[in-house]
Structure formats: C-alpha cells, structure tokens
C-alpha cells in the first residue's frame, strides 16, 4: 500500500475562502518556503557568515551570534540543503516544516507592526536589511525588513494561527488583506 | 515603569522578552567542599539594591546575560553576555 503525503499549509483554514484581493497593507503567507537554521561551530561566525551571504536567491536573517535563518522562496529545501552542507563550520537543519513565513508590507506596516512588536522599527534603529529575533503577538518570533515598508515574520508552525489572527486584528484599522503567495 | 533591558546581541527589548534566573554567583570548583557546592546551590543572600543576576534572552537571541542592575530603583549599570566573563581556565 502506498501512502501519499499531501502538503496542507497550517493557516489554510484561516485563510481559504476568505482571500481578498490585495489592499495596500497586505499580508502574504508564503506557501512553501525553504527555512534552514544554521549555526556557526565555535570561531567560524565570519567566514560562514560570509558564505552564506554569497547563497543566490537566499535571504539571511540573524537570530543570535553565530546563528542565522536562511530563507529561499527561489529554491526549494533539497536544494538549499545541499548548498548549505558545502559550508565548512557550520551546521544546518531543515526548518521549512516547522515554521511559517509572513510577508507584511503597505504604507501603514509601522503602525501595524508597532502594535505587535515592542521594537522601534524606525528606519534609524532598525534599517533595510536589519533582523532579529523578538517577541511578535506574544510569540517569539523572527522579524526582518526587507523594504521601506515591507517585513518577513518567521512564526513557529504551531503559533502561526493565533499570530495570523492577532496581526489581522491588528491591521483591520487599516483595511490590512491576507492570500497565500507562491513566493 | 518601563522595564527595557538592553541586549547586547539584540539592542533594547522589554523585560517580557527574558526569564531572571537568579543570582549570578561564581560556580565552586568542582572539588569543593560539600558546603561551598551547599551554599552554591541552595543560599542566597536577596540583597535590596545592587545586584548581578542572570537573565536568560528567552525571545531574542537567547543567550545568557549577566544584568547589573539596582532592584530598588532599576538602574541598570550593564549587561553583558555571560560567556564573555567565563573564567579562563575552563
Ligand atoms: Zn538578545
């Protein structure tokens, strides 16, 4: 007998039916994300650092000294496994099932986000290209900006419901919309 | 009153974001005697005022931080990354 697996996002039943065409202030949940967590083994942190920088189409988000979250909608998880398992010092694991990947952008993302977020998000403290891990809707969770007006949130799987409700609450004030997004 | 701590990995965050886990005391040696292991494990002086304790960044980087603090009026006087002040001969 054979068995087959279909992939079913967790925020599906959050989301079907209900998606909208996109408003200015919308958020996007990504389908199917590569997410690899990679830890620097003690005194590699520049030279895989580095390295990493250099994975096309791969989004580098800081967590902790030493350790990142490498993001890829391009590629897929077999793909960027093998290319993180070139890196000398370093190790990975896949985290593409267990956590789920939230685009936010819009010209009231600030005011969105400020209600969710106790980080300032002023361009000046937080720039474009700037990560960290924080706590987001009481969850700890991984923000990064990607825009002027544009973020990725990285959410545990089993969170990612009760975030995605408290961020649409949140962004109601502002018209704020919700589709999955292939990429 | 505003409890920001201010990272040195993670810049400054709300005090919700960490987990205080006690007096930053210095571990005896492992051949100590009986009552220093004792007095490591189980006393605590509960000062009113200055103190170093450990405070673990549970939603950031989730490294462990040495906070120098007053805990009658919160003055913070520094936090540092405990792995910075591991003794050298370890
Ligand atoms: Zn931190």
């Known amino acids: 007998?054979?068995?087959?697996?279909?992939?079913?996002?967790?925020?599906?039943?959050?989301?079907?039916?209900?998606?909208?065409?996109?408003?200015?202030?919308?958020?996007?949940?990504?389908?199917?994300?590569?997410?690899?967590?990679?830890?620097?083994?003690?005194?590699?942190?520049?030279?895989?650092?580095?390295?990493?920088n250099s994975i096309e189409g791969a989004l580098l988000h800081d967590c902790a000294p030493g350790e990142w979250l490498v993001v890829s909608t391009a590629s897929g998880a077999a793909v960027v496994e093998n290319l993180l398992g070139e890196i000398t010092g370093a190790s990975a694991i896949d985290q593409s099932d267990g956590r789920v990947l939230l685009r936010i952008s819009g010209p009231n993302v600030r005011k969105i986000l400020a209600k969710c977020v106790a980080v300032d998000l002023h361009p000046d403290a937080f720039s474009i290209g700037a990560s960290a891990n924080m706590l987001c809707c009481h969850v700890a969770a991984n923000l990064a900006r990607t825009g002027a007006e544009a973020f990725e949130i990285i959410v545990p799987r089993s969170f990612a419901g009760s975030v995605f409700e408290e961020m649409m609450e949140m962004g109601r004030e502002f018209a704020l919309t919700a589709a999955f997004a292939e990429w | 009153m505003a409890s920001l701590i201010t990272c040195p990995h993670c810049g400054t965050r709300p005090k919700e974001e960490f987990s205080i886990r006690g007096a930053a005391l210095a571990r005896p040696h492992p051949a100590a005697s009986e009552e220093d292991w004792h007095a490591y494990v189980y006393l605590r002086e509960n000062p009113k005022g200055r103190y170093q304790e450990y405070w673990h960044h549970a939603a950031g980087c989730r490294r462990w931080l040495i906070v120098d603090r007053d805990n009658?009026?919160?003055?913070?006087?520094?936090?540092?990354?405990?792995?910075?002040?591991?003794e050298p001969s370890e």
């Not at chain 1, 068995?3 to 200015?24: I, S």
């Not at chain 2, 009658?72 to 591991?86: E, G, K, N, P, Y």
Request: no cysteine.
């Open chain 2, 72 to 86: 009658v009026t919160h003055d913070v006087f520094s936090v540092t990354d405990a792995a910075s002040i591991r």
């Open chain 1, 1 to 52: 007998m054979s068995l087959t697996l279909y992939h079913r996002h967790v925020l599906e039943d959050y989301l079907a039916g209900f998606e909208a065409k996109a408003n200015p202030n919308h958020l996007s949940v990504i389908r199917r994300p590569a997410i690899f967590s990679v830890l620097a083994h003690r005194g590699n942190e520049a030279s895989v650092k580095q390295a990493l």
